[in-house]
């Protein structure tokens, strides 16, 4: 590794996926003005996800069917050009 480009304050931070409640704790260099308690008893950072391995498509298998014509039908009827 190339010395002097990578950043040395890692320390442990909380990340929730707010979309099933799933939390973990890792290292990373993000700040966060919230904390929450951990299963060891110490305070960390919290840092909030929309979305992670436990909550994406992909790694569950659940694929979400998205209304497609219905969008593409809305977005032809705002967008439309009047023929004159």
């Known amino acids: 590794m190339k010395q002097?480009?990578?950043p040395e304050n890692y320390r442990f931070v909380v990340f929730k996926d707010m979309s099933n409640g799933y939390s973990?704790?890792?290292r990373s260099?993000?700040?966060s003005?919230?904390?929450v308690k951990?299963?060891?008893g110490n305070e960390y950072p919290l840092i909030k996800l929309e979305i992670s391995n436990t909550s994406h498509p992909f790694y569950t298998g659940k694929n979400?069917?998205?209304d497609t014509a219905g969008r593409i039908d809305k977005f032809n009827k705002?967008?439309?050009k009047d023929a004159k």
Do not use: A, C, N
């Open 4 to 6: 002097g480009i990578h």
């Open 24 to 26: 973990f704790l890792s």
């Open 29 to 31: 260099t993000t700040s």
């Open 33 to 35: 003005r919230e904390t």
């Open 38 to 40: 951990w299963e060891d």
């Open 64 to 66: 979400v069917m998205l």
């Open 78 to 80: 705002r967008y439309k």
